[in-house]
Nanobody
């Protein structure tokens, strides 16, 4: 059973930066694609960024391209989301999810939240002056 714990959220002014962490335990992330999703008040959860199991393929929502960067640290079994140039519309609860890839070090990038098998509890990100 994989467990995911998000951290790194907080309150920043517009234009500021945060780095979110998704720490995994219970299994190696070599078998999982990891996605970051967010949910703003009154809105549905939306995909932000995904990294495949081998770390070579990534995907970003158009709204965050050029501002956010997803990365994977194998030694720490952790995926990061570096968020720069934060805007008020980036505000929400950020969740990381894990998609089981039957191929170790696979390159599949799942975009639909229903493809994910495990979820963390979320971390709040607020960009406001």
């Amino acid at each position: 059973q994989l467990q995911l714990v998000e951290s790194g959220g907080g309150l920043v002014q517009p234009g500021g930066s945060l780095r979110l962490s998704c720490a995994a335990s219970g299994n190696t992330l070599n078998y999982y694609a990891i996605g970051w999703f967010r949910q703003a008040p009154g809105k549905e959860r939306e995909g932000v960024s995904v990294i495949c199991a081998n770390g070579e393929n990534t995907h970003y929502a158009d709204s965050v391209k050029g501002r956010f960067t997803i990365s994977k640290n194998r030694a720490k079994n952790t995926v990061y989301l570096q968020m720069n140039g934060l805007k008020p519309e980036d505000t929400g609860v950020y969740y990381c999810g894990a998609h089981i890839d039957p191929r170790e070090e696979g390159d599949y990038v799942p975009l639909d939240e229903f493809e994910y098998d495990y979820w963390g509890q979320g971390t709040q990100v607020t960009a406001s002056s």
